[in-house]
């Protein structure tokens, strides 16, 4: 696959590309950790049932981004890469909004901090993935038909004006979307790097 | 019943009775109207009848009556009123609107104007026979406040509509879901006032609003007391309905409600799906059903929550829906409320909130700071991020005010609560901690000293400390009092300083009455300037052992005396006739030398800085002798020694004690010590002194001419043990003694006064012998103690010879016992009692020979009667002679010949090789040699009287024997199997270890064909006892060397015995001398005399 990029690509000398890959894999890596760290600490924060394991309310999509498609796994390499990184981009504004959510709910925790931290590493590594398509010359990901911030926005108002348990879930599902993207965007960039899964 | 009486009992309905129906009330009244016109119709059949009067405000009265049977409904009646202006009406229908009657009775006339058979009907009317029914009040607004499930009704009293002022009763139903539920029932009061009044209500539903349509009536009952007819409740006003959110589906209320925790609470959901299941944390609630699918749960004392609320699910087949509800407490009374300023600019109000409420966020409790007197106020911002809150509000001082009365108000959804504080805002000030100090010189002991302090302190005077600090001195606290200024800045003058000294400067300060000191401020060193040295330096001086040289020594003097670094000294020595100075010595020199003449000097000292010049001290240079000194011991306290002396009014000036170790050569000076004159003792401590050395102290006293040495001591300051052992060596050693000498220690490795030596000495060779426990009192170990210390020597007696001693000998002072050091000594052997020890048995032996020797002699007839008595020649036996003859001349009488045989032999054979097998002595047959084996010695004539018995062999069977003769074995060769031994008994083996047979030549012997048969032979033993010799058988003691009773009597010359015992050795054993002879008595000799034991 890697070597298909290659032969499509006549911006980056491979060593500086395969350092490219490995520096946004590895940061992939670390942000699936905290992924999952921050989803923890955030069902913790919620109270029951939010951390029970039977707790599964349903997953809609979020400011028109659900979690990775089953067939995710069948798509094209370039294909998916473009979607990791769209998921990417609107996942900032969303984990800003539960963010404001959250200061509501739990002022005085850590998770505000997280959260903050999370939007951040999510457009940094948003950013070094589009770095890397272009570097591997795919074509640019679609332009998003509404803002990501302003459906993100929207999505917040909704889910606070209709009161802390939808914001609530509203968060739940943003971390679990946070957490499944970049961990998708892990094993997507995985087999970019050299020795990784075919 | 009359209508009279009908009429005459007025309805009296009480409040209590509002509750009665509507349908009830109408029947009643029906009924008295009834009487009424039963009455009036005078018992005619076709009158009006029934005449009924209500009224609802008091000024109309409301007349109905009942139409004659057969009368249209356009019939027309004449109804007159007696005792009124107007008092007949024509009215074409049955019921008239009349004004209300004053007090009193009055007759009505009702009379049908057609003449169709009906008469005129009379009635008595007064106010007691109508009924006051109000009119059914009016809702002007019902509203809900859905967020707090509350319904706020609002209605008119129409006070303006009833003449009079009475109270009213309000009755207000609040009816829910579809089906009417009545779920609140409530009885108001209130007063008509001729005015219309809007009156408002208002109710908290336990369901939220959302989730059922709530209707609401009421009605009233006027309970006007001059009203004397009967009162009843009007009508229920038209319900008004607060319907559910309609286009709300699929949502929990209340939602992000906040409660009091314990609190009984309900929950519902609007849906249209069909709720399975709803639940609190892990707690599933049963569901109450409403209209539809909307469902309630009801949640009794609920429990506080956490920071993000109490969740409260609904589970639908699809979904998964919820509200949050936050249980916490109300704002605790704020405590700790304490208002002071720092800067009089601003005044700063702290609290502690008391109780958390456990509501956070927008629910968190919001304070405002209240002041009453200017009526402003100022309030507590919350502060999202932050875990540890400071409840701090900041309110600005208020020109030409010094009062403040703050009230803190503290406010959550939950309730509020509050806390006051009155003060002086002067009287509180806990300034700022002074920053920007510095000091400036004014002089040597002065310094100023100033010092930024923020405030508007103008009004007040404030109270400063300054903390002075110098090395190794206590710390210094000076209080001053400085008024107030606006700028800040303030200076003081801290004077009584040293010169030349680092001082270390802080501030803090308060108000001048005192509330709270502000931090100390940061320190600010600062050297104060010189100033000329107060004191000469402290001198003293020591001759040269020459007597032509003194070496003046001066300490240098402390910082608090030189006042300024010291440059240098200058050394001047006067005397009458002449002075030398030396000039200028640098500091760090405090010695000097000067060779002097025999004359007398002042010594003068003098320290110098850059500011000037010390006084100077003096010293003499004369030395006065003491002839009457000696040297004496002391022991310090372990940090000093304490030197004592006797007064002497002789030192007129002062005593100095120097010292110097013991071990340098003199003169020699550590350091020295001045002491005033009236003294009599000091402790003389330094930092040089070290436990375990020695050191040599030296009194002196200062007379007018100079000094004396009064004392000379020397002495530890403490005691150590020695870190040596004395060396000793062994000078002599005898048999029983050891000469011991050692050598002293050093007094470097002494350590302390020598107390004495202590020496162990036990048995024991080197590898084996260990000196552990010595000091344990172990019995085998000797100690002594040598408290002599001139004793250098020491002998050990009463040693054993030859014998191996561990010798340990270690010296101790007040400090303890030294190491050890040890040696082993082997002491001599003691010759002269080997030789004792020989000699003495040899003689004893000797003597016990020659005693012997000499009974033997003197009794030898005796023995030789008893021994060796003479035996009868058979010669001459005359029972013989007439053979003798035969005997001589023919061959052929052989009786009593003896024929040749094999000699017999007796031996005796030992298995211990250290004793020579003993061969007895051959018996030689007079007829012929015996042959070794003795089935040889069958005599070649069988004839012949065998004298060659078989050989029969004995082992010793006496146990005792066998052991004390080893294992020998005796075997004894018959000397001829004829001669069979006495008989002895079978209990007595020990007796007779010989008993098998022995030599017994002068038995009788009987002629037998076979000399073999030893059987024939016991049995003849008996009676056969051949010869005996002549002595009594029992004066036999059968005793051989071999036996028990020989071992054991130790004594072989007992054993002698006869020459003929048969049981004696002695005699059977040849002498090793073969030349000897046999009866020498051989066997015995004079090694044996010595040996203790038979067979040694």
């Known amino acids: ?198 | 019943m009359g209508p009279a009486s009908c009429l005459g009992r007025p309805t009296r309905m009480a409040a209590g009775e509002g509750r009665m129906t509507s349908h009830l009330r109408r029947f009643l009244s029906t009924f008295v109207l009834l009487c009424l016109m039963d009455h009036a119709s005078g018992q005619r059949k076709g009158a009006p009848r029934d005449l009924k009067c209500v009224t609802s405000d008091l000024q109309a009265w409301d007349c109905s009556w009942r139409a004659p049977p057969g009368a249209g409904r356009d019939a027309l009646y004449d109804v007159c009123i007696k005792n009124r202006p107007r008092t007949c009406y024509q009215l074409g229908k049955t019921n008239t609107k009349i004004p209300a009657l004053a007090p009193g009775h009055y007759e009505i006339t009702i009379s049908p104007l057609q003449d169709f058979g009906s008469s005129i009907s009379r009635f008595i009317l007064s106010e007691r026979n109508v009924s006051l029914i109000p009119d059914p009040p009016e809702i002007l607004r019902l509203s809900a406040n859905f967020s707090t499930s509350t319904l706020h009704l609002e209605w008119s009293d129409k006070g303006s509509a009833f003449p009079r002022i009475a109270n009213v009763l309000w009755e207000i139903k609040v009816l829910r879901t579809e089906n009417m539920e009545l779920v609140k029932l409530e009885t108001l009061h209130s007063t008509l006032s001729g005015e219309d009044t809007v009156l408002r209500w208002s109710w908290a539903s336990d369901l939220p609003l959302e989730c059922a349509p709530h209707s609401v009536g009421l009605r009233r009952y006027i309970d006007d007391t001059h009203f004397s007819g009967r009162k009843e409740w009007s009508d229920w006003s038209p319900l008004q309905t607060v319907s559910g959110s309609a286009d709300i589906q699929n949502k929990a209320f209340p939602q992000d409600k906040v409660v009091p925790v314990g609190s009984d609470i309900t929950f519902c959901f609007v849906t249209r799906e069909e709720v399975s299941s709803a639940q609190i944390s892990n707690t599933k609630y049963p569901l109450i059903h409403l209209d539809g699918e909307n469902v309630a749960i009801e949640v009794h004392n609920i429990s506080v929550s956490i920071s993000s609320g109490t969740n409260v699910v609904f589970m639908t087949n699809k979904d998964v829906y919820g509200t949050v509800i936050f249980a916490g407490y109300p704002p605790d009374i704020p405590q700790k409320l304490n208002c002071e300023t720092y800067d009089l600019k601003e005044i700063i109000c702290t609290w502690d909130p008391g109780r958390p409420t456990a509501l956070l966020g927008p629910r968190s409790t919001s304070y405002t700071l209240f002041e009453s007197f200017s009526g402003e106020s100022v309030e507590f911002k919350r502060v999202v991020a932050p875990i540890n809150e400071t409840y701090q509000l900041f309110f600005q001082v208020l020109p030409n005010q010094e009062i403040y009365n703050f009230t803190l108000n503290a406010l959550n959804p939950l309730g509020q609560s509050e806390s006051t504080i009155f003060i002086n805002v002067t009287e509180k000030v806990c300034p700022h901690t002074p920053t920007s100090i510095r000091v400036k010189d004014i002089n040597s002991t002065a310094v100023a000293l100033s010092w930024h302090l923020p405030g508007s302190f103008a009004k007040i005077k404030l109270l400063c400390q300054v903390e002075i600090n110098k090395a190794n001195s206590v710390r210094e606290l000076r209080n001053v009092t400085v008024k107030g200024v606006d700028n800040s800045n303030y200076l003081i003058a801290v004077d009584k300083l040293s010169p030349y000294t680092v001082y270390a400067f802080q501030i803090r300060c308060s108000s001048g009455t005192f509330w709270k000191w502000s931090k100390w401020s940061s320190e600010k060193q600062y050297l104060t300037t010189e100033a000329v040295p107060s004191k000469g330096p402290d001198t003293w001086r020591e001759w040269r052992s020459d007597g032509k040289n003194l070496i003046i020594y001066w300490k240098p003097l402390p910082m608090n005396e030189a006042n300024g670094k010291i440059l240098f000294y200058n050394v001047s020595c006067s005397s009458e006739e002449k002075t030398q100075s030396l000039s200028e010595i640098p500091d760090p020199q405090h010695k000097a030398e000067i060779q002097l003449d025999k004359h007398d000097y002042i010594i003068s000292v003098v320290a110098k800085n850059s500011v000037g010049s010390s006084p100077p001290s003096r010293i003499a240079s004369m030395e006065i002798p003491n002839d009457d000194l000696r040297v004496e011991q002391t022991i310090g306290t372990g940090n000093g020694v304490l030197l004592t002396w006797s007064y002497d009014p002789n030192m007129t000036c002062d005593y100095v004690i120097k010292w110097c170790n013991a071990s340098q050569p003199q003169p020699c000076l550590m350091d020295w010590k001045k002491v005033r004159a009236h003294s009599t003792e000091a402790l003389i401590q330094s930092d040089q002194f070290r436990p375990g050395v020695r050191y040599h102290f030296f009194l002196y006293g200062c007379r007018d001419r100079g000094y004396q040495l009064l004392r000379s001591v020397v002495g530890y300051v403490e005691e150590l043990a020695p870190t040596v052992a004395p060396n000793f060596t062994v000078e002599d050693t005898s048999a029983d003694s050891i000469l011991v000498k050692w050598e002293d220690i050093p007094v470097e490795e002494l350590r302390g006064f020598l107390r004495g030596y202590v020496f162990y000495f036990e048995k024991g060779e080197r590898d084996t012998s260990k000196m552990r426990g010595l000091e344990s009192g172990r019995s085998d170990v000797k100690v002594k103690n040598i408290t002599d210390l001139s004793q250098k020597t020491l002998r050990i007696a009463d040693l054993q010879g030859k014998t191996s001693y561990h010798l340990v000998l270690r010296a101790y002072t007040g400090g303890g016992l030294g190491p050890e050091k040890g040696m082993f000594v082997v002491t001599k052997e003691n010759s002269v009692g080997l030789i004792i020890a020989i000699l003495i048995p040899v003689a004893v032996a000797v003597l016990v020979g020659l005693v012997t020797s000499v009974l033997c002699y003197r009794k030898r007839e005796w023995i030789k009667e008893t021994f060796y008595p003479d035996i009868p020649n058979p010669e001459n036996c005359k029972a013989l002679q007439f053979q003798k003859a035969v005997c001589e001349g023919s061959s052929a009488l052989k009786t009593l010949e003896m024929n040749p045989c094999t000699p017999n032999s007796v031996e005796v054979l030992e298995t211990r090789t250290a004793v020579p097998k003993i061969e007895d002595t051959e018996i030689t047959s007079p007829v012929a040699e015996r042959a070794p084996d003795g089935s040889e010695a069958e005599p070649e004539n069988p004839v012949a009287v065998s004298y060659c018995p078989p050989v029969i062999e004995e082992e010793l069977a006496n146990p005792g024997a066998e052991e004390a003769a080893g294992t020998a074995q005796v075997v004894y060769i018959d000397v001829q199997s004829m001669y069979q031994p006495q008989a002895q008994p079978e209990a007595e083996p020990d007796a007779e270890p010989g008993a098998g047979g022995g030599y017994k030549p002068q038995m009788h012997l009987p002629v037998t064909p076979a000399a073999g048969d030893a059987a024939a032979a016991d049995g003849d033993a008996e009676g056969a006892a051949g010869y005996r010799p002549q002595a009594s058988g029992n004066a036999w003691t059968l005793v051989s060397p071999d036996s028990p009773r020989s071992t054991d009597s130790g004594s072989d010359a007992v054993s002698f015995g006869s020459p003929c015992s048969i049981n004696s050795r002695q005699f059977l054993i040849p002498p090793k001398d073969e030349d000897s002879p046999p009866s020498s008595g051989g066997g015995w000799s004079f090694t044996n005399f010595f040996q203790s034991k038979p067979n040694d």
């Not at chain 1, 990029?5 to 350092?19: C, G, T, V, Y």
């Not at chain 1, 089953?70 to 990417?88: C, F, I, K, N, T």
Request: a neutral charge; charged letters at 20%.
């Open chain 1, 1 to 198: 696959m890697f070597e298909d990029f290659q032969a499509d690509s006549s911006i980056s000398p491979l060593p500086l590309l395969e350092a490219k890959i490995h520096q946004t894999h590895s940061l992939a890596r670390l942000l699936t950790k905290y992924a999952e760290q921050l989803f923890q600490e955030y069902v913790q924060l919620q109270g029951d049932p939010f951390g029970r394991p039977g707790f599964s309310p349903p997953r809609p999509p979020v400011a028109g981004l659900s979690a990775p498609g089953a067939g995710h796994a069948g798509l094209p390499l370039p294909e998916r890469l473009r979607l990791d990184a769209g998921a990417l981009a609107a996942l900032p504004p969303l984990l800003d909004a539960v963010r404001r959510l959250q200061a509501e709910l739990n002022p005085r925790t850590a998770l505000l901090r997280r959260l903050e931290e999370a939007a951040r590493r999510a457009r940094a590594l948003g950013a070094a993935l589009e770095a890397v398509l272009a570097a591997l010359g795919a074509e640019p990901r679609e332009p998003r038909p509404e803002p990501a911030a302003a459906a993100a926005a929207a999505a917040a108002a909704a889910a606070a004006a209709a009161g802390a348990f939808p914001a609530k879930l509203l968060g739940l599902r943003v971390c679990g979307l946070y957490r499944d993207w970049v961990s998708r965007t892990e094993a997507d960039l995985g087999q970019l790097v050299p020795g990784g899964p075919a």
